[in-house]
């Protein structure tokens, strides 16, 4: 469980990969291979002179499980690879920042490229592989629902939601590239499967209603496609909203624990598709745009597209081979016989308008707890990153562009601490003048004492009974620098005896200066959360915090 929600944090697993200096079974020369993984980061590179210049390329997190053909290009070609894995909001800025450090782009869907690339930088696209948004639910759920013998609409999905006969895990829309095509498929479903949807189509208030309904069944949110899954295999959750070929990998995992595999069901309304484009960011570098080439060859070349396919993608260069064919079981739902109604995605002005909609009117609300650090440590450097953080939330018009602005439903209480509690400061609904008045007592604030982080947790959750933990996506998140008194045994025996661990209520944990990684962990590991690396861009972390609820 410790390693299973282990944070982007600063940490290294170096494995040694391949042959080293050796041909392989066709003759090839082929190279050793030193694979570094610190947090979000995967740098492969060549134990060899002859290594070339380094490709950096911003990715899905779901592109994470096909490392081991990133590992085999380089080592067959010796050379080196650096692939960071990002949120599609995160990978969209990037983009619109001019491509920042990278030399190649591969996000979940070809819309990330449309927002995002501005400056028309991105050249020689090509889809690596496709798959469909899907609803995996409990088998014995669905068949209880009808659901395993017969076609499924949006409709019947909404109804067994309202009759409190499914609930599910889905990640944000304004955060993950799977949450935004499920979201863009119901809009489609709900509208009657326009052939295009409009910015003013969106104003719909039987559309918006319907689509707030359904969202009402989500109990986790994540701002991960692959960690929501993680999520889904260490917990009991109905069902969840993700590709797949997560679906297909969770499944897999199941089976070999024994444990109820889930059954695919494609709305009949219509799936988005992930289309996982890969495209070269030019910065005018002749080398590098040669390499990426290679690289885009390699990976759409027929043995590999193969290998692709064993890992529950479908590819549209080849055929889902004979070999291949098992790993889509038909009898999980997952029938690549038949043919898929796919949504076509919105022009960006309508995909803009969808996703504001989606953050301060039609997602379940958040109840939002903050435990901000505001202990001697704080001083200085610790002080100003929590504020700007925290200006990046509470000032609206900052919040629109990180597309975290407040819904009129959110519930956001703070929490500012010690070694005690300081202040708590409420604030309900999305109204930007009250907004900006917590941020001025949290920035009048300054920084002194010792630290306790356990203390405003237990705050937090005992002042979470005062709420309907069914109205919201709730969950507490704790920023600190610092490493408190230690009390985790203290504060585990709490958590599960007060009815803390029944509602499921995250702690997620933004670690920046000397904060206590070990900790932190302890209480993502035990909370079912994350810890988010905040030393080098504190404001991003939280951004991404922020994203899972």
Same mark, same amino acid.
């Given at each position: ?254 089976r070999e624990d024994g444990r109820e595999v889930l059954y695919a069901v ?32 390699? =990976? ?8 692709? $396919?064993?890992? #529950? ?5 080849? %055929? &889902?081979? /004979? ?36 953050q301060e009117k039609l997602k379940k609300p958040s109840l939002t707890f ?52 300081r202040q708590i400061i409420r604030v309900s609904g999305n109204d930007p003048?009250?907004? =900006? ?8 604030? $300054?920084?002194? #004492? ?5 203390? %405003? &947790?237990? /705050? ?90």
């Amino acid at each position: 469980m410790m390693e299973l929600f282990k944070s982007g944090c600063l940490y290294a697993v170096l494995l040694s990969l391949i042959l080293s200096g050796c041909t392989n079974d066709n003759g090839e020369r082929t190279f050793t291979v030193t694979a570094v993984r610190d947090g979000n980061t995967t740098t492969l590179s060549i134990n060899n002179s002859t290594q070339k210049s380094l490709l950096r390329i911003v990715s899905g997190s779901e592109n994470r499980d096909l490392e081991f053909l990133l590992e085999d290009f380089c080592g067959k070609n010796g050379t080196a690879l650096s692939i960071s894995y990002m949120g599609s909001l995160d990978i969209m800025q990037i983009l619109r920042q001019g491509g920042g450090e990278y030399d190649a782009v591969w996000p979940a869907n070809s819309m990330w490229l449309s927002l995002g690339d501005t400056s028309f930088k991105v050249k020689h696209t090509a889809s690596v592989y496709q798959t469909p948004v899907v609803f995996g639910i409990k088998k014995s759920i669905a068949g209880r629902l009808g659901f395993t013998a017969r076609e499924v609409s949006v409709s019947d999905i909404l109804a067994a939601i309202e009759a409190k006969d499914l609930s599910f895990c889905m990640t944000s829309a304004t955060q993950s590239n799977s949450g935004a095509c499920a979201y863009i498929s119901f809009l489609y479903a709900f509208l009657g499967n326009p052939e295009m949807i409009h910015a003013d189509d969106l104003d719909d208030p039987a559309l918006q209603r319907s689509v707030s309904e359904l969202l009402k069944g989500i109990n986790r949110s994540s701002g991960s496609s692959d960690w929501l899954k993680d999520l889904f295999l260490a917990s009991d959750y109905d069902a969840m909203v993700n590709y797949e070929t997560l679906i297909i990998s969770a499944n897999r995992r199941l089976r070999e624990d024994g444990r109820e595999v889930l059954y695919a069901v494609y709305p009949k309304e219509g799936v988005a598709m992930a289309d996982s484009p890969l495209g070269y960011i030019d910065n005018g570098d002749s080398e590098k745009e040669r390499l990426f080439k290679k690289l885009q060859d390699y =990976l759409l070349s027929t043995p590999v597209q193969v290998n692709i $396919q064993k890992t #529950g993608r479908r590819t549209g260069f080849i %055929p &889902i081979s /004979r070999e291949n064919e098992s790993v889509f079981n038909a009898g999980e739902g997952i029938d690549i016989n038949k043919t898929l109604s796919i949504v076509k995605m919105p022009g960006a002005a309508a995909i803009e308008r969808a996703l504001e909609l989606y953050q301060e009117k039609l997602k379940k609300p958040s109840l939002t707890f903050y435990c901000l650090d505001f202990s001697g440590s704080m001083a200085d450097a610790g002080e100003a990153q929590l504020k700007e953080a925290m200006w990046n939330l509470l000032d609206q018009e900052t919040a629109k562009r990180n597309l975290l602005s407040a819904g009129e439903r959110d519930e956001h209480v703070f929490i500012l601490f010690n070694s005690g509690i300081r202040q708590i400061i409420r604030v309900s609904g999305n109204d930007p003048q009250k907004l =900006l008045d917590a941020y001025r007592e949290i920035d009048s604030t $300054q920084p002194g #004492g010792g630290t306790d982080i356990y203390t %405003p &947790i237990i /705050r937090s959750f005992r002042l979470m009974q005062n709420y309907n933990a069914g109205s919201y996506i709730s969950a507490i998140i704790v920023m600190t620098d610092g490493e408190s008194e230690d009390y985790f045994e203290e504060f585990s025996r709490f958590y599960k005896t007060s009815g803390m661990e029944e509602r499921d209520i995250p702690v997620f944990s933004i670690m920046f200066g000397a904060a206590n990684q070990d900790q932190l962990d302890g209480l993502a590991s035990l909370t079912r959360a994350r810890v988010f690396d905040g030393k080098t861009d504190l404001v991003t972390a939280f951004r991404n915090a922020k994203g899972y609820n």
